[in-house]
C-alpha cells in the first residue's frame, strides 16, 4: 500500500503530463497549443518539486531549532525554469500576433493550405 | 491530524489540476481558457506552498498567474477568440502521447517514494548546501543561496534568458504606439481605489526584493509586482498615461542596464584574480562579500525583469486590432 | 589578473554583455563592431584555449568559487576546444559577412536588436560547449533557441513566421525532454555536474529510471540536432531565415546538439551502456543511412537553392551520426572530422546563396540562370563549397568521407560504404542542377556584372579557402579530433 | 476546527470551479475564477496557519493582488468582444 | 485565555459556514446577477470573519500586522472587482432574468441559458478571412 501511496503524486503529474502533450499535438489552433505547452512545462516543475519534498521537513529557510528540510536545489532549478518557460510563451504569443496579421487566422490547417498554394504560385512564376 | 490534513489537501490540489486542464482541452472559448490557465497556475502554486516550496510558490504565482494571463489576453485581443473545432486531429495525437506516457511510467517505477528522507537525492549535495549556508554565506533562505551564490551562473544564464525574450519580442512587434481613441471610459470607483492599490503593490515589490535574504521572495519576484503594478495603471487609466509615467523607449535600455550590473559584479571578482562570480572578492570580509555580492545580484536581475515585463506587456497593447472582415 | 586563467568564462560572459551593450547604445554601425570585436575575441579566446589543451588536457574552471559538485564547474577538453574552433571561425566570418547583408535584408529598426539576437545565439551556443553542468547546458540551449526563434521569423517571406512557430513548439517539446531527463538522472544520483554523474550512474545504470533518462535525453537532443524521424522544422527554418542567420545556424546549431549527444553518450552514460547495452548504436546506423538517402533523395526535387541545401544539410548531419553509430574509435574521428568540415562546406554554401539573395533578393532556382558570368566570383566559391560537399578529392568532404569509408569498412560494413558511395552521386546530382543552370543557361539580357560589396566577397573567400586548406594539410582538425577521441575513449581524463 | 474550515473552504473551491466549468455565458466564468481566486488567498490564509506554513501572509498578500489585476485584465480586454462594445 | 480560544473557533466556523453557502449559491442561483451577488456578498464577509479567527489565533505577532493589511487589501479589492464586473456584464449585454420574460417561465435555469446561446452565436461569426 506503502508503494502506491509514494508513488500516487507521479502518476497524477504524469497524467498532466500527457494531457498537456496532447492538446499541443490534437490542438490545431496556436494559442491553444502554447497552453499546452505551459501546461506540460508546469508539470514538468510539479514533478521536480515532488523529488525535493521530505514529509515533515520544513521549507528551506533556516529557522533555529529546526534540522530536517527539504532540499533546496530542485526549488532553485525550477526558479529559473519557470523564466524559461514565461520567455518562450512570450516569444511565441509574439510570434502568433505576427501569424495572425500577416496570413489573416490563427488556425494550423488554413496557415498550411495558405502556404501551400503560396509555393505553388512562386514556383512557376515567370523571372523577371 | 496534520499528517492525513495534508493527504487530503495535497489529493484535492491535484483532483483540481487534472479537472481544470481536462476542461481547458473542451472548452473552445479561448478566453475560458486563458482564464482557467490563470486558475491552473494558482492551484500549482498552492501545491508548490504545500510541497514546501515557498519561493517555487510566490514565483509561479506571481509570473504564471500575473503576468502570462495578462499577455494572453493581450494576444487574444490581437486575434480571434474561438478554436475551429472541425480540425481536430487526436487520432494522431494519441498514440504519440500514450507512448510518452507509458516511457514516464516506466522510468517513475524506479523512483524512491515520495518524501522519504533517505532517498539519494538528500544525502549528496543537499546538506553540503545547507551546511556552507550557514557557515559561508549565514543568510536564512538557503534556496536565494544557491540560486546567487553557489549556482550564480545558472541565474546569470537566466537573466539573459529574459533579456533575450525581451529583445525577440520587440523584434517581432516593435514598441507599439498609442493613439488610440478608446481609452477606457472613466470609471470613478475603479480610478479612486486603485490609485492607493498602486502605492500598496509598489511598495510591497520593493519588501519582496529587499525579503529575499530571509523569506519568500528575490529579484524575479519582485521584478513582476512592480511590473504589475504599472500594468495595472495602465489598464485603469489608459496607455497614453502609463507611457507617459515610464516611456517604452528607455525599458530595453533598463533590461540590458539589469544583465550588465549582474556581469560586472561577476567580472568585479576577476580583478582579485578569484573566479567570475566569486562574491567573497568584493569585500574585506568574505561573507559581508556574499552579502553584498546577493545584494546586488538580485537587484540587477530584479531590474532586468521589471523592463522587460513591462516592455513585452506595452508591445503587445500598443498594437493595432487589424480587422478582416 | 592575467587574461589566461579567465579565458573559459570571459568566452562566453564577453558576447553575452556585449549584447546587453548593443541595446544600450542603440546605434546601427556601433552594434556591428560590437559584434565584430567580441567574435574576434572569442576566436582568439578559442585559439588559445586550444593550445592550452594540447599541454594540460583538461582546463577546469569553477565559477563562483565554489568545488565541482556544489557549484557549477566549465570543463574544457579537446572536444570542447574542436567545438569552440568551429563556433567561434564561422561567428567571425559571418560578422565579416553580416554587415552588408544585414542592411539589405532586415529593415532598419530591427538591426540593432539583429545584432544582439545575433550574438545571443552565438553566447548560448559557446555556453553549451564549455559548460560541464547539466542543467547549465539547458539553460544556455534555452537563451540560444529564443534568439534562434527570434532571428528565423525576420525572414522576408511570411512563411518565416509559421516557420519559426513550427520550430518554437518542437524545440521546447525538446528542451522539455531534455529537462525531463536531466531530473530523471538528478533524482537517481543527486548531482547535476557532468563529471560527478559519469562517476554515480553505473552503479544505478541497470535501473529503469537511468533507461528512460536516456531515451528522454537522446529524444530532446534528437529534435535539437534533426535527428532523422525529428527533422521536420530544419528545411522550413533555414529556407526562410535570412541568409546571414542561416549561414551561421547551418554551420554550428545542429553541430553543437550533436556535440551534446556525443558529451551525454560517451562521458556521461558511458560507451558500454549508451551504445552497446542500449541497442543506439545500430538505432544510429538506421537513422544516419536513412537520414542520408532520404536528405539527398528530397533535396534534388527542390525548387528553392535554400530548401535544398537544408535538406542536403540533414542528410550529412546523417552521415555524423552513421559514424558515431559505429561506436569504433575510427568512427568518432570521422565524425569529429565531418563535423568540422561541415561547417566549412555549408559555410560556403550558404553565404554565396547570400551574395546571391543580396543581388536578385530570391534564392530560387529559376532566378539563378546564367549567374556563371554575371557573378563569377560567388559561382567559383559555390562551386568549391559544391565539391567540397560531393567529397572531391583535395577538399575537406574528401577527408571526412576518405576517414568514414575507411571506419565502415574496418567494421567490415561494406554494404554502408557503397551507400555512402551513392550518396555521393546524388550529392553530384544536386549540386551538378544548381551549376549546370549557373554556368550553362544564358543570362537573362541586360544583366550586366554586378557589382557585389566587398566585404561579403571576403568573408565568401575566406571560407572557401579554409575548404580547400583543410583538404590538403588536415593536421590542425584531424590532431584535435584524434585528440578528442582518445580522451572521450579513455573516459577518465 | 481550523481543519473544519480547511474542509469548508475545500469545498467551495471544488463548487467554484464547477460553475467555471459549467458557466453558460463569459460573465459567470469571470465570477467564478475571481471568486476562486478570492478563496484560494483565504485557503493559504488558513492552511499557512494550520500546517505551519512558511511567510504563508506575504503570498496570501500577493494572491489578492495578482487575482485583482487579473480580473481587471480580463475584464478590460473583454471589453470589446462584448456586442455593444465598439471594437478598439 | 480559552474566551480568545473560543472567540478564534466561532469566528472560523461563521466564516467557514458562509463562505460555502456562497459557493453554493453560486452553483445554484439562477441567473447571472443573483449569482454575483451571491458571491460576493458572501467572500467579502466570510473573509474577514475567517482572517480574524485566525489573527486571534496567533496572537500579537508581526503576521497578525501583515493579516490586518491583508483584511484592509481585500476588503477594497472585493467590491471592486464586484463593481466592474457588473457594470460591465450590464454594458455587455446580459439582461437580468426577470426583464425578459414574465416571473412564472424565468424560475427553470435552462431558458437563461439560451439567452446567452444566441448572444455567443452571433460572436462566433466575427472571425474572418484572409485579406487576398
Known sequence: MNEILGHFNYGIVILLMMMGLYIVIASSNLIKKLIGISVFQVSVFILYITFGKITGGNPPIIVDNVDVYSNPLPHVLILTAIVVGVATTSVGLALIVRIREAYGSTDEDDINDIDKNDNFYLKNRSTT | ?????????????????????????????????????????????????DLDAVDVAFTEAAVGAGFTTVLMLSALRLTTRFENVKHRHSLLGLPIVILTGAALLYGVADFPNMGDANAPIHHHLAPDFIRLTQQKIDIPNIVTAVLASFRGYDTFGETVVIFSAGAAVLMLLGMGHVERKQ???????????????????????????????????????????????????????????????????????????????????????????????????????????????????????????????????YSFSGREVIHYE | MNLMTHLPVLIVVVPLLSAALCVLFNNRKSAWLITLLASFFCFYASINLIQIVQEVDVIIYSVGGWEAPLGIELRIDALNALMLLVLSGSAVLVSIYALKSVEKEIPVQNQVLFYTALLLVKAGLIGICVTGDAFNIFVFLEISSISTYALISLGHDRRALHASYQYLIMGTIGATFILIGIGFMYVMTGTLNIQDLSQRLPVVADTSAIRAAFAFLTIGVGIKAAMLPLHQWLPNAYAYSPSVVSTFLAATATKVAIYVLIRFQLSLFGIEFSLLQMPFNKILMILGTIGILGGSVSAIYQSNVKRMLAYSSVAQIGYILLAIGLASEPGFTAALLHIFNHALMKGTLFMALGLIAFRFASTELSVMSGIGKTMPLTMAAFLIGGLSLIGVPGTAGFISKWYLVTALLDASLWPLALVILIASVLTLIYIGRVIEVAYFQPAPEGITQQKVPKSMLVALWIFALSNIYFGLYSDISLGISSLAVNQLMGVTP | MIAAAIVALLITLALTLIRAFMGPSIYDRILAVNSFGTKTVLFIVVGGHALGWFSYVDIALMYALVNFIGTLAVMRFFEQYSPHGERS | MIIIGWLSDVCLLLGGFLVLTGAVGLLRLPDFFTRLHAASVTETLGAVLLIIGIMLDTGLMLDTAKLILLICVMFIANPTITHGLCRAAAHGGIKPAMETKSPMQNSTPSDSKNIYENQIQTETGVSGKAPK
Open chain 2, 1 to 49: 491530524m496534520i499528517a492525513n490534513l495534508e493527504l487530503v489537501i495535497d489529493i484535492c490540489l491535484l483532483a483540481f489540476l487534472i479537472m481544470i486542464v481536462f476542461a481547458s482541452i473542451k472548452i473552445t472559448d479561448l478566453f475560458a481558457v486563458t482564464m482557467l490557465f490563470g486558475i491552473f497556475s494558482f492551484v500549482s502554486a498552492l501545491l508548490f506552498l
Open chain 2, 183 to 313: 481609452e477606457p471610459e472613466k470609471n470613478l470607483i475603479l480610478w479612486v481605489v486603485v490609485k492607493p492599490m498602486i502605492a500598496l503593490i509598489l511598495i510591497f515589490g520593493l519588501y519582496v526584493q529587499f525579503h529575499g535574504d530571509f523569506g519568500a521572495g528575490g529579484g524575479f519576484q519582485a521584478g513582476v509586482i512592480f511590473a504589475s503594478g504599472f500594468i495595472l495603471y495602465s489598464l485603469v487609466f489608459g496607455e497614453t498615461y502609463a507611457r507617459k509615467v515610464i516611456p517604452a523607449t528607455i525599458l530595453p535600455r533598463l533590461s540590458a542596464l539589469g544583465v550588465l550590473i549582474y556581469g560586472v559584479t561577476g567580472l568585479m571578482s576577476l580583478i582579485s584574480n578569484k573566479p567570475f562570480l566569486d562574491y567573497n572578492a568584493l569585500s574585506s570580509n568574505p561573507v559581508g562579500g556574499q552579502h553584498l555580492g546577493i545584494l546586488l545580484v538580485e537587484a540587477g536581475v530584479g531590474l532586468a525583469v521589471f523592463s522587460t515585463i513591462l516592455l513585452i506587456y
